[in-house]
């Protein structure tokens, strides 16, 4: 029940209450004005019986004192007796204007009755006396006759007092017993008042309003501290309290989602941020490697605990491959053909192993672990993968927002692409186009590199002609004389592997440039080319053409030469090898005191 209804109806119960007991007062108080008089009355009745028996007896004496004495001072007192006659009438008048009952009004109308014989009896007596008979007047005054009228006056005065004394005695216990009634039911209202105003104030004021407010201020207190953790006890009552407890129940749920909410934009705002920063650091890669590195560092904070892979397509766009990777994914394979995942297959994310509703791609094992495809493009052409799962198996993987997956995705597809077109700028930059080796300007760069260099390196340089080039493009065509010109750079960059660089120095001359080795150990590799290229068959359009063979001119520095005449010395050697019958080895540095030159 509502705090304002049982204020309502304690209010109420203490008006009526209060009502009946003043109206419980008031007729106390008249029962107790009805007492009062009745003892008046009571008093007054006595007196006047009191008065009337009096009278009588003072003037029988007076005149009994007269005829005994002859005194004219009884005379006149029984006189003056005599006139109180009226008197007398006016206090019968007054008893009978009391309205008093029936039997006490005829017992003084007896007593008036009475009291006019008597006077008679004894104006005649002192009549008689007066006229001197004087005897005569003695025995009237004491004669039975008046003896009897007198006892009869004075029985009937007795009587009367008797039975206005039990009257009023009983009006009064009567009016007396009301009012102690009407009394003692005014007390109990105002004792039924107290307990009612009592336990308002108790069960109402203090129980149900002061009790429930001092808990609730330490509550909003810790509230208004954007304490959250703070608990609302549940309160069922349906009053005010309860409506202000359930306002702040929901001022702090309202707190509670404005944190979240607050916590939601922070870690929004600082996933934005990471996001930007790995932008900017993609942007700024130089290589593949480095671009993986800045994924791998960036992705897991931008979303913890979720593992993951970054693949990369081949040029064959047939199969990707795995080029970093972040807090160990288990269930995806290093390698896989681009057919093999389902986010590839359709151009969007695809979501693998949740409750069965889609179907898994096929790079992932069978243990049923959320698993994320995010496919990488770049002007409309798949260039990678981002992959990442939960190893929880709680699919948090998979919430990731859409928005902060595609826009990393874009923005590495991006970065890898523009990457792979430097690259592929680079190396039309620095290689040539048909033999895939570093052309004249590398060479160039790097013998420019070799000549400032000052640690004093030991530097080899092979010059390589193919002999009689010009007759394979004569007899057998242009594309003879290229596929003679790549077989030919393929065996030499086979055979220097890892102890040169090999590069085309222009048409069917190439050139090798190797360092920290020996002048006989260049001379050695320099033969094992020669020999390698001769003994290899080549073979064009299912003919056998050859045999192939190259002439190679060296020369070396800082010991026979400096840098800067390396390229003239190496070719000076070449001409001589091909002047010396071609198919030969010719080194430009002193082999003995004489100086002469080593033909192979």
């Known amino acids: 029940m509502r705090i304002t209804t049982i204020t309502n109806w304690a209010y109420g119960i203490t008006m009526v209450l209060t009502v009946l007991s003043a109206a419980a007062f008031i007729l106390s108080a008249q029962s107790a004005t009805q007492e009062r008089q009745a003892v008046e009355q009571h008093l007054l009745l006595n007196s006047m019986g009191e008065e ?110 008797s039975l206005a004394a039990a009257r009023t005695q009983a ?26 105003f009592l336990g308002v ?47 702040i129940q929901v001022f702090r749920e309202n707190g509670l989602e404005r ?20 932008m900017h650091r993609l942007q700024a890669c130089y290589a593949q490697k480095e671009l993986a590195e800045v994924v791998a560092l960036f992705v897991p904070q931008i979303f913890p605990g979720i593992a993951g892979c970054l693949y990369t397509m081949n040029e064959s766009r047939s199969a990707l491959t795995e080029v970093s990777r972040w ?3 288990a269930h995806t394979q290093p390698s896989f053909p681009a057919s093999a995942c389902w986010g590839l297959r359709r151009g969007r994310l695809h979501v693998s192993h949740v409750a069965d509703h889609d179907i898994a791609c096929q790079h992932l094992d069978e243990s049923g672990v959320p698993g994320l495809c995010v496919p990488l493009t770049a002007l409309g052409e798949a260039i990678g993968l981002l992959y990442f799962e939960d190893r929880k198996k709680d699919a948090s993987a998979v919430d990731a927002p ?54 004093a390196r ?54 090798v440039i190797a360092t920290d080795i020996a002048d006989g150990a ?23 053409v050859g045999p192939l063979s190259i002439s190679v001119g060296i020369a070396s520095s800082p010991v026979s030469g400096p840098t800067t005449t390396l390229i003239n010395r190496a070719d000076g050697a070449l001409l001589q090898a091909k002047l010396s019958g071609r198919n030969k080895t010719v080194a430009a540095f002193a082999m003995g005191p004489e100086g002469e030159l080593k033909r192979g």
């Open 259 to 278: 944190n979240r909410l607050d916590a939601e934009r922070k870690r929004d705002l600082q996933t934005k941020d990471l996001i930007l920063q790995m």
């Open 201 to 247: 104030l108790y069960f109402i004021l203090r129980r149900r309003v002061a009790l429930p407010l001092v808990r609730m201020t330490g509550i909003v207190n810790r509230l208004a501290k954007q304490d959250y953790a703070v608990e609302v006890p549940n309160d069922s009552r349906r009053d005010e309290i309860g409506e202000m407890n359930d306002a």
């Open 327 to 329: 807090l160990d994914p």
């Open 458 to 511: 030991t530097v080899v340089c092979m010059m390589i002609d193919i002999d009689h080039f010009k007759r394979f493009n004569d007899e057998f065509g242009h594309d003879a004389g290229d596929e003679v010109l790549h077989h030919v750079a393929q065996i030499v960059s086979d055979t220097i592997g890892d102890v040169g660089t090999v590069y085309r120095f222009g048409g069917e001359e190439l050139t």
């Open 171 to 196: 009006t009064v216990r009567s009016a007396q017993a009301r009012s102690d009634l009407w009394g003692d039911i005014a007390k109990v209202m105002l004792a039924l008042t107290a307990v009612i």
């Open 402 to 455: 859409q928005l902060y997956l595609e826009l990393i995705a874009e923005n590495v597809g991006l970065a890898i692409a523009n990457l792979q077109l430097r690259d592929k700028l680079v190396n039309l930059a620095v290689r040539d186009a048909l033999t895939g080796l570093f052309n004249r300007r590398s060479l160039d760069e790097a013998l420019n590199a070799l000549h400032r260099d000052q640690s």
């Open 52 to 161: 009337l028996a009096l009278g009588a007896e003072e003037t029988t004496d007076e005149a009994r004192l007269y005829v005994m004495r002859g005194e004219a001072r009884h005379l006149d007192a029984f006189t003056i007796d005599e006139g109180e006659e009226r008197r007398r009438d006016t206090a019968i008048n007054a008893l009978r204007g009391l309205g008093i009952p029936n039997g006490e009004l005829q017992l003084v109308e007896q007593v008036t009755t009475d009291a006019e014989a008597l006077d008679k009896v004894e104006e005649a007596a002192v009549a008689a006396y007066r006229g001197g008979n004087q005897t005569g007047a003695r025995d009237t005054l004491f004669g039975p006759e008046h003896e009897r009228i007198q006892t009869a006056l004075l029985n009937d005065v007795t009587q009367f007092r």
């Open 522 to 544: 260049g001379f050695e590799t320099a033969e094992k080319l020669r020999t390698s290229v001769f003994t290899t068959p080549f073979s064009y359009r299912g003919r056998i």
